[in-house]
């Protein structure tokens, strides 16, 4: 997939990944016509999420979304959290996602935090290869959100299904780390994040991607 293509798919993606709110509702016969333009294994995933939300209330939606990401540890769309836990490492994280953002000119608004899946992969679609390039390094931590979305029968898996088909198959090193998270979960020293609140105990964003 060339760089069109990818930052196509990965700005869909973003958008359906963010709070199902009108402004969305709004957009989606743009997405849909986005998705009929994107290879099968990608564009094929993100029809299947638009024909539930199609015949989905939006406050049906707005409130699977809360049970999904607000009430779920597994599917957390933060992903540092996946590979640093509540550790001063993913404060660390965090800072070096917004310094990234600011030197290509992207700046968050306050209740936006720079590793919401949503915002990353806004980043990838304005700047592909870099973006690309962070996408895979949270790579074990995307394919264990996909596998517990699937696990809960989650709309939303489709819509990681087709994040995953923008990225490299998973190699023997990201199966290891996948299980590994599986079965241990994040790191879990309680210290050292602020600014950066922990997931679990986030404020009701306002922002475009809740």
Not at 30 to 43: F, K, Q, W
Not at 50 to 79: I, P, S
Not at 104 to 129: F, K, N, Q, R, S
Not at 144 to 160: E, F, G, K, M, Q
């Amino acid at each position: 997939m060339n760089a069109d293509v990818l930052a196509r798919a990965w700005q869909a993606q973003s958008l359906l990944l963010g709070y199902p709110d009108d402004q969305l509702y709004a957009r989606l016969g743009l997405l849909g016509r986005v998705a009929d333009s994107l290879p099968g294994p990608v564009g094929q995933p993100l029809r299947g999420f638009l024909a539930h939300l199609g015949c989905t209330d939006a406050g049906r939606a707005a409130a699977d979304y809360v049970a999904t990401f607000d009430h779920r540890k597994r599917c957390c769309l933060f992903l540092t959290y996946y590979a640093h836990g509540d550790t001063r490492k993913r404060g660390m994280a965090l800072l070096r996602l917004k310094q990234t953002y600011a030197a290509a000119g992207l700046h968050l608004v306050d209740d936006e935090l720079p590793d919401h899946l949503a915002v990353v992969l806004e980043y990838a679609a304005t700047a592909p290869e870099p973006g690309h390039q962070l996408l895979t390094e949270h790579r074990a931590g995307l394919e264990l959100l996909r596998l517990a979305l699937h696990d809960a029968r989650s709309p939303w898996a489709d819509v990681l299904d087709s994040v995953s088909a923008t990225l490299p198959a998973l190699g023997g090193d990201i199966h290891a780390a996948v299980a590994r998270l599986a079965a241990e979960g994040p790191p879990e020293e309680q210290v050292g994040l602020a600014p950066f609140p922990t997931p679990e105990f986030l404020p009701e964003p306002q922002g475009a991607h809740r």
